[in-house]
């Protein structure tokens, strides 16, 4: 039985998957391009004996099938790899990468899985999982840089550093990797004081399709490779496989409080003609520029509430007691304004307890989400309190009752002084101009309703995007005919021109492809790599016919 449902999933993987035509070498496709079990063999016996390959049949089979399915951060597509490698070393990458690209397969690394675009979960790849092989870490006493492999989470980085005192840049969730996270520039806690994750790398160790490792850095001879993976989208040039990054002194204590606000002041409605929490204080560009870029947060917005939830993050490196008396004077504001409901604060001692204890587990779940950076403007922001008063409307709550799941309208206020002086060239140009990121979460749990949620994406989408013509794409998530971005090659990068440059330079035959990444409007695996074996002998010529002298 257990065989015959993995059977069953399998094929239902295969049938969707199978609808998107490609260049690439897949397995089934007709063409018998895939490679022989001989061939997949010989692969696996030439990897050092800790590595492990898992198969859609064999013995490992219902491994491979937990493996291909394991979506913590999106479920809704759903698609089977052809093989899934965890490498130990270097020369195991080497041996996957140029095996990859003889015969044309596409190859994607894999961190935490969280992706949202399933770019590291795709039909038919080679799934190259990083986490057990490259998950080293050290620390530079002189240059005070972390160096660390492409197999740890930001979980693992911020509790190496706290015992030394130190925080690294990276995203707010523990279990998401820097890895993935970086490839569109990666932000937390310190980004609206020190930037986003990739303004603060300065090294990278990655490697080629044709198996040439590169140290690479901001000054040398690739450094355009180097910025294009910093910010340049995942998957589109080759296979990270190690970051070094700066550090900074940590703070003594971090707090979290966590707050909850009234949208409309004490005892009085939309009707009373009063300003609401955001236009009196949250989307406001005057009273944020008053906060200081130790202090960020994210709001959740609570409808069924009648409320927002802000949890602030404070980061200044001084005593506990003057964080606490800043964050109190916010609270002061804003009783004095009448929209303070209830709040909490919470001391942590290191930046991996904070963000470790502020993630939570990360299920399977099905989900279409947007994101928009909103400009430092007060008109952008004006209109960005217009769709948030609006989803507090008795219209709004009607039309979404009975949804099971979550519709939720976040954002994360991360972005300031830090973000904006940062240099990687390539990511999202809201990244630097960006007062906050919004974004949408459509979330629900059962494939029955697919049809029916999907959807309401496009919906939301047109409310959202008349507010910015930036967005994340790590926070942006498409499927099927939903939530497509035309727009792509300037809503989430800078410089489209510049990667498709270095996209051609580093990866000729355009292997390593995803949707919306660099390559991803260009014929994809144009050519593949001539190996010793396959590689044939150049054609005899005549010798070449001397010019007689007169
Ligand atoms: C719950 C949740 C919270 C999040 N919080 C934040 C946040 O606070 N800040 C933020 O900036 N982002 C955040 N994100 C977005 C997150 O940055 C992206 O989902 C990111 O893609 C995750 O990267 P990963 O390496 O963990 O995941 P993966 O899915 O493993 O990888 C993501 C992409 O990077 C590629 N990749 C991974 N490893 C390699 C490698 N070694 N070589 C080449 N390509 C590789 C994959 O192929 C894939 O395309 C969050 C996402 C989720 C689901």
């Known amino acids: 039985m257990a065989q015959l449902a ?12 199978g609808l998107s035509a490609a260049e690439h070498c897949l397995p089934n496709d007709g063409t018998g391009c895939w490679p022989s079990q001989a061939e997949v063999t010989k692969l696996v016996d030439s990897l050092s004996s800790e590595a ?23 479920s809704i597509k759903p698609s089977a790899p052809g093989l899934i490698v965890f490498p130990m070393n270097e020369g195991d990458v080497r041996k996957v990468v140029t095996f990859a690209a003889k015969y044309k397969i596409r190859l994607v690394g894999k961190c935490s899985g969280h992706d949202q675009l399933q770019r590291s979960n795709g039909y038919g790849v080679i799934q190259l999982v990083m986490t057990r092989g490259f998950r080293n870490i050290s620390y530079n006493e002189t240059d005070h840089t972390i160096t ?3 197999g740890n989470a930001h979980k693992d980085t911020y509790a190496f550093l706290a015992e030394k005192k130190r925080f690294a840049v990276g995203g707010t969730w523990a279990y998401v990797c820097p890895a993935g996270c970086l490839s ?4 937390g806690f310190f980004t609206k004081e020190f930037g986003t994750g990739a303004d603060n790398v300065v090294g990278l160790r990655f490697m080629l399709f044709n198996g040439t490792t590169l140290n690479l850095d901001a000054t040398g001879p690739h450094r355009d490779l180097f910025w294009a993976i910093l910010g340049g989208g995942a998957s589109s040039y080759g296979v990270l496989l190690g970051i070094t990054a700066k550090t900074y002194p940590a703070p003594d204590t971090f707090i979290i409080m966590k707050v909850f606000l009234s949208i409309w002041p004490a005892n009085m409605t939309a009707a009373d003609g009063a300003p609401s929490v955001f236009t009196r204080f949250l989307t406001n560009l005057t009273w944020y520029q008053t906060v200081p870029p130790h202090i960020s947060w994210q709001l959740d917005n609570q409808p069924d509430e009648q409320r927002v939830l802000l949890q602030i993050s404070h980061t200044g490196r001084m005593a506990a007691e003057a964080s606490y008396a800043e964050l109190t004077d916010l609270i002061d504001e804003w009783t004095e304004g009448g929209y303070y409901i209830a709040h909490g604060p919470e001391f942590y001692t290191d930046v991996a307890d904070f963000a ?7 299920p399977p779940i099905r989900r279409v989400s947007q994101s928009i950076y909103v400009d430092a ?32 309208f976040w954002a994360q206020y991360r972005y300031g002084p830090g973000s904006a002086a940062g240099k990687a060239p390539h990511v999202a140009r809201g990244m630097r101009t960006a007062m906050m990121e919004i974004a949408h979460e459509n979330v629900w749990m059962k494939q029955a309703d697919d049809m029916d949620r999907a959807p309401l994406s496009n919906q939301v989408k047109e409310l959202m995007e008349p507010l910015g013509n930036s967005s994340y794409q790590n926070h942006c998530s498409s499927w099927a005919s939903y939530n497509v971005y035309e727009d792509y090659k300037t809503r ?4 489209w021109e510049g990667l498709t440059a270095v996209k051609k330079k580093y990866d000729p035959c355009n292997l390593y492809v995803v949707q919306y990444g660099p390559g991803w409007d260009l014929p994809k695996a144009t050519c593949s790599l001539s190996t010793p074996s396959t590689k044939r002998p150049p054609p005899k010529r005549s010798p070449p016919r001397r010019h007689l002298q007169a």
């Open 492 to 495: 989430f990068y800078q410089n």
């Open 184 to 187: 569109n520039g990666c932000y």
């Open 148 to 150: 660390f492999g492409a």
């Open 6 to 17: 993995r059977s069953l999933a399998l094929a239902a993987l295969l049938a969707f998957a």
């Open 356 to 362: 470790v204890k502020n993630s939570g587990p990360s």
């Open 52 to 74: 492990e390959v898992l198969l859609p049949t064999g013995p490992n089979a219902d491994l491979y099938m937990s493996y291909a399915t394991d979506t913590p951060g999106n």
């Open 377 to 408: 403007d007060q008109e952008a922001l004006d209109k960005v309190a217009g769709l948030w008063e609006m989803l507090y409307s008795e219209d709004f709550k009607s039309r979404l009752s009975g949804l099971d799941g979550a519709f939720q």
